[in-house]
């Protein structure tokens, strides 16, 4: 009779177990009831899992934080899950939950630098920049210098235009270090390509020369001209005259409308009033105008002008007179 009751106690904890089993295996299979139509969760490094399953649910996961917590440590993986900024939808079962922060399927932002941008410019993106941690806003440019890890106190021109993924929650400051050491690699595989007898002495130069020519080409073909312009008066120590130069030396008192009064007022950055390169970069260079000037095209104009078609070509001179014809011919176009 005992033994009868023993088999029966035996065959119901069975049978409990097994439903216990099939409960637990449906319930992973099943889409988690989710507070709206997405669920955004940041996992910061260290996170225990006890704590990831509660952000979840307070985020809008609905079931027990307790069953999730339950399904990460029996898995054997809650130990690999990884920081980051997770987004799920309707759908995501507790399996799938699992298996995205174990890959570490985030959910990525991106912001955009362009080439030509100032870094004034760039400073305006990262604040509009979505879920971007901001940190430099009150930093003067010196102080994002140093925050970033440059070893010169200005950014401008020094961070490499590009479309940056980051994850939810971080810095500005993170972006800023991947555009600086990326555009630190471009300008070091470009410096090692350049030609023989250019009038550049250290990699920085050739960056200011490459912003300076980013801002005046206005049509692709003309770029390698006109870093071609600008090494023939450097070798002859010519002034640049550029535009551009003087823009940047103006910062915030330039209204649209260069004047002739400003092509004499001097600023460390006016190429009519100084010889030479001007300080610091005066945007960020892209590859073609970092390439432009290591490898300049051969050339004996030492003019060019905007033709002012629209079509953004310049026409180039060897010599002053013809140069002058050229302007009068294309009054619309900016002296050079």
């Not at 955004?40 to 307790?66: D, F």
């Not at 005066?282 to 290591?294: F, H, N, T, Y």
Request: proline letters at 7%; charged letters at 20%; hydrophobic letters at 45%.
């Amino acid at each position: 009779m005992v033994n009868r009751w023993l088999w029966r106690l035996v065959a119901v904890v069975v049978l409990l177990a097994a439903a216990a089993a099939g409960a637990v295996v449906w319930w992973l299979g099943r889409p988690l009831a989710l507070a709206g139509a997405r669920v955004e969760v940041s996992i910061e490094p260290g996170t225990p899992p006890r704590e990831v399953a509660r952000l979840w649910v307070a985020a809008g996961v609905q079931t027990s934080p307790e069953w999730l917590y339950q399904w990460f440590r029996w898995s054997g993986d809650a130990r690999r899950i990884r920081a980051g900024s997770y987004e799920i939808e309707a759908g995501t079962t507790p399996r799938a939950l699992l298996d995205k922060m174990v890959r570490g399927d985030e959910t990525l932002e991106t912001v955009r630098l362009i080439e030509g941008w100032t870094f004034r410019q760039v400073r305006q993106a990262l604040a509009t920049a979505p879920h971007l941690k901001p940190t430099i806003t009150a930093l003067s440019d010196a102080q994002v210098a140093a925050a970033i890890g440059l070893p010169v106190p200005s950014v401008e021109g020094r961070l490499f235009p590009d479309t940056y993924a980051y994850s939810r929650g971080v810095s500005d400051v993170t972006v800023l270090r991947r555009a600086m050491h990326a555009m630190q690699r471009r300008l070091d595989a470009a410096w090692a390509t350049r030609a023989d007898g250019l009038p550049l002495a250290t990699p920085d130069e050739a960056l200011v020369l490459a912003s300076i020519v980013e801002k005046e080409t206005g049509s692709p073909a003309d770029r390698s001209r006109i870093a071609g312009v600008f090494t023939n008066r450097l070798r002859i120590g010519m002034p640049l005259q550029s535009d551009p130069t003087v823009i940047y030396g103006l910062g915030a008192a330039f209204d649209g409308n260069l004047r002739r009064a400003d092509l004499v007022a001097d600023t460390p950055w006016n190429t009519y009033t100084r010889a030479g390169l001007p300080p610091t970069p005066i945007a960020m260079p892209g590859r073609a105008s970092l390439q432009a000037v290591m490898q300049p095209e051969a050339t004996r104009a030492l003019y060019f002008v905007a033709r002012g078609d629209g079509s953004g070509g310049s026409v180039f001179s060897d010599n002053l007179a013809d140069h002058n014809r050229a302007v009068n011919e294309h009054q619309k176009g900016p002296r050079r």
